[in-house]
């Protein structure tokens, strides 16, 4: 989490939609009891300030798909970090073995092994800095691994063309426990100069988090929204749990790589490629590398920040029950007759 782009300094001036979200930005309802970063309410969803002014429009305007991207796409704290490096390892393994010492992902935080739509948009200073990511885009080779933190209905239309739009992988994880990673990672990550983030309490987090107004949220209509469409359109769009993933690691790691076009061989199992994967991205590895132990991501976000527990349930260790009773009915509510359910309401 970085300073934000000064006022005014990312006009988007396009035809394309949501093209006059940086002139309108100023008018929407805005939240600042959230610590990092002001969010404003855009399309149904609060989103921080700068990737309704920036990322969006300029996603919209710019993003040319390729039908063999791999968007991973996540609300935020919901297992993102895991499935990129996950998918980077899967995608690349003929050029970098899992085993190799060398392998990037050993030197390499999960972030800056992935192009970071709307996140990288929403750090760039001005202008220029915009138009520089979005012509990297471009010139990246196929198969490109990008990824997002943008809803489902915020995505550009192109994403979704049957011809030409791409893959899209995402993970969903409990609400009350990724309302629990949030909290620690918005007062870990944050940079000195927001001051306010160390006394953010659990009790303003929670607040926050039932009424959507948190970065990307309501989580619970960022989760609905991703799948439904993965149920309308399954060959194009997966829908993964956190906690299935910790649960069957190898077994989901393969469905991941059929649904990338890069399937595991039989000799390839044998051989050990998919438990090799599957050790070299745990969170016990990762986070005892030591390039997640200190220094920063290329958006200058505190690599260790990244990684935590890792756990299903820790939630109960910091909300009472009436908490925990208060935000279910809420997502349930919310859910109620889509036919999606989270495993812990089910
Ligand atoms: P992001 O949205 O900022 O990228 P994201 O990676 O989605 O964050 O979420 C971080 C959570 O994933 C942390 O959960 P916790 O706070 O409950 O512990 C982090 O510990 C967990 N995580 C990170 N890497 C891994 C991994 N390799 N395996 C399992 N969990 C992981």
Not at 190 to 205: G, K, L, N, Y
Not at 240 to 268: I, Q, T, V
């Amino acid at each position: 989490m970085e300073d934000a782009p000064q006022e005014g300094e990312a006009p988007v001036t396009t035809t394309a939609p949501h093209a006059n979200a940086a002139e309108i930005v100023a008018s929407l309802p805005l939240e600042t009891r959230y610590p990092a970063f002001p969010l404003r309410q855009y399309a149904g969803f609060w989103l921080a300030e700068t990737t309704v002014k920036a990322a969006v429009p300029l996603l919209h305007a710019r993003l040319q798909p390729r039908p063999d991207d791999v968007l991973i796409a996540s609300f935020p704290k919901s297992g993102t970090t895991w499935l990129i490096a996950l998918a980077f390892a899967a995608l690349n393994r003929s050029e970098h073995s899992p085993l190799a010492g060398d392998h990037p992902l050993r030197h390499c935080n999960p972030h800056d092994c992935v192009r970071f739509l709307d996140t990288e948009l929403a750090f760039a200073k001005n202008t220029a800095d915009m138009d520089t990511l979005m012509d990297e885009l471009e010139a990246l080779p196929s198969p490109r691994l990008l990824a997002t933190h943008l809803p489902h209905s915020l995505l550009p239309e192109r994403v979704m063309d049957e011809s030409f739009g791409c893959r899209i992988v995402y993970i969903c994880r409990d609400p009350k426990d990724a309302l629990v990673s949030l909290w620690h990672f918005t007062k870990k990550a944050a940079p000195a100069a927001v001051v306010d983030a160390q006394s953010f309490t659990f009790q303003e987090m929670f607040e926050l988090f039932c009424e959507g107004r948190c970065p990307n949220g309501p989580q619970w209509h960022h989760v609905l929204q991703y799948w439904q469409e993965s149920v309308r359109r399954p060959d194009k769009v997966m829908f993964l749990r956190y906690e299935e993933m910790l649960r069957e690691p190898e077994r989901n790691l393969k469905k991941l790589a059929k649904f990338m076009g890069c399937e595991f061989s039989d000799e390839e199992e044998e051989a050990g490629v998919v438990r090799a994967i599957v050790e070299l991205c745990s969170l016990e590895k990762m986070k005892n590398m030591e390039v997640n132990r200190s220094g920063s991501t290329k958006l200058g976000v505190k690599s260790e920040s990244y990684f935590r527990k890792g756990v299903v349930g820790d939630w109960s260790r910091h909300m009472t029950p009436e908490m925990a009773q208060k935000l279910d009915k809420i997502v349930r509510d919310a859910v109620d007759g889509s036919g999606f359910t989270f495993a812990s309401l089910a």
